[in-house]
């Protein structure tokens, strides 16, 4: 069975501060996908990142960051100098397996608060 | 501009009412899917829907149905039979390549029953 696990309920972190949400994963499936998405209040689910199960090259977007390492079935996001716009709901999430119906599995979500 | 909408933003319903969810894309996309969210909870799937006159379940379909009949439009009807539908349900398709393993969603809709 597929699951994502994010062990961080909530986060508050002062504004520049560096802060790293966890991701796990499990799955049997050798070919997979890995997301983050990002939900500000008003609800809709904003893509940030996918990353594919042959590609562990880590990846740097402005003060955006992600961790996937497949020895530990893990996938961290990092926000670097951390700003108010960045308080939102962060959801790490799975998908693929050999019949690819794209189908999401999501983690419980991670609620980040930035204050000023 | 090309995207999902879903209507409408805010629902309520009534105990023993079905009531239906509208979600339209203009994306050309073919597969598209039902997600519904309960508070401090992630998305969990409802039904998809990869092709036009066709549909599955997801992991928590009873007391949902829904239709595809063209490619654009994916309607969730949540009917009397689900015990606790107050939830915000988000619509999404999935991308076409290079990027057909990208969902993208729509804005939602929040569901309340009174």
């Known amino acids: 069975a597929q699951k994502v696990t994010q062990a961080q309920t909530e986060i508050s972190v002062v504004e520049k501060e560096d802060v790293t949400l966890d991701c796990v994963y499990e799955?049997?499936?050798?070919?997979?996908?890995l997301f983050w998405y990002k939900q500000p209040p008003s609800g809709e689910l904003v893509f940030l990142i996918r990353?594919?199960?042959?590609?562990?090259q880590n990846e740097i977007s402005g003060r955006y960051s992600w961790n996937f390492q497949k020895s530990t079935s893990s996938f961290n996001f990092t926000i670097t100098a951390s700003q108010v716009v960045d308080s939102a709901v962060y959801f790490c999430?799975?998908?693929?397996?050999?019949?690819?119906?794209?189908?999401?599995?999501f983690g419980q979500g991670t609620t980040l608060q930035v204050k000023p | 501009d090309g995207g999902i909408t879903q209507s409408p933003k805010y629902l309520f319903r009534k105990e023993g009412q079905n009531v239906t969810l509208s979600c339209e894309q203009n994306?050309?996309?073919?597969?598209m899917y039902w997600y519904r969210q309960d508070p401090g909870q992630g998305l969990r799937l409802i039904y998809y829907?990869?092709?036009?006159?066709?549909?599955q379940k997801g992991d928590i379909a009873e007391g949902y149905s829904v239709s595809r009949e063209k490619k654009e439009s994916f309607p969730l009807t949540v009917t009397s039979a689900q015990k606790n539908p107050t939830a915000f349900y988000l619509c999404?398709?999935?991308?076409?390549?290079?990027?057909?393993?990208?969902?993208?969603f729509g804005q939602g809709t929040r569901l309340t029953v009174v």
């Open positions: 999430a799975l998908s693929g397996g050999s019949s690819n119906t794209g189908k999401l599995i």
């Open positions: 799955t049997r499936d050798t070919t997979y996908y």
């Open positions: 990353r594919n199960s042959f590609d562990e």
């Open positions: 994306l050309n996309h073919d597969a």
């Open positions: 829907s990869q092709i036009v006159n066709d549909f």
């Open positions: 999404a398709a999935l991308g076409t390549a290079p990027r057909n393993t990208e969902a993208f």
